[in-house]
């Protein structure tokens, strides 16, 4: 399989992941089980797994628009980033908050101890998130000047523009609704880019 082809299959694969997982993220804790795995454990563990996957495909994307260029650097480091943050994230969501039950603690103390995985989880999902569309809005400004990427160049920033506008007026927040949202455009940019990048040049 050559590079672009990987690049492609992995953003593609990934993203397609992450989205149907959004889509049936639970909002309470542990959702419905199938025996001892609930939906909750088979939600963050599947998303753990695929964010490696989206990691090779966004170092694979900027070798196809060249590490060299300070720009298409910075977009890598800004989403490998956010990926860590997001696997810190599903960790506390979905490993964590699932051990802080049970009698093992006095209720205030338990009640206490959620409170402290719950503000984390929001936390690293923040982070995730921000820097998501950062990264999407840089890469987006390195892309080739091509005629028939325009949209794909613009439409990328756009969305990391009106993403940092709607975090600027307090009403965005790391709740399932709103990061579904963020997780479809990101979701839809970097689908677009990975069918782009395989008609860019080798020398990229």
Not at 32 to 49: E, F, R
Not at 144 to 158: E, F, Q, T, Y
Not at 167 to 187: E, F, K, M, R, Y
Request: proline share 4%; glycine share 10%.
């Amino acid at each position: 399989m050559t590079s672009r082809n990987a690049c492609a299959a992995a953003l593609i694969t990934g993203w397609a992941g992450y989205i149907a997982l959004m889509a049936v993220h639970p909002t309470h804790l542990r959702g419905p089980s199938i025996g001892h795995v609930s939906l909750n454990d088979a939600v963050h563990w599947t998303g753990l797994l695929l964010l490696p996957v989206l990691m090779y495909a966004y170092v694979e994307l900027g070798r196809r628009l060249d590490l060299r260029r300070p720009l298409v650097l910075l977009a890598v480091c800004t989403l490998i980033a956010s990926l860590f943050a997001g696997m810190a994230a599903a960790t506390m969501s979905g490993l964590v908050m699932a051990e802080v039950a049970g009698d093992a603690f006095p209720p205030e103390t338990l009640h206490a101890l959620r409170d402290l995985v719950f503000w984390l989880n929001q936390g690293f999902a923040t982070v995730h998130y921000v820097l998501l569309m950062i990264g999407i809005g840089l890469f987006a400004l390195a892309w080739p000047n091509r005629a028939s990427d325009l949209g794909l160049k613009w439409g990328g920033v756009l969305a990391a523009l009106g993403f940092m506008v709607w975090l600027a007026t307090g009403t965005w927040g790391a709740d399932v609704h709103s990061v579904l949202v963020v997780v479809i455009v990101a979701g839809a940019w970097s689908i677009a880019a990975a069918l782009a990048q395989r008609t860019l040049p080798e020398e990229g």
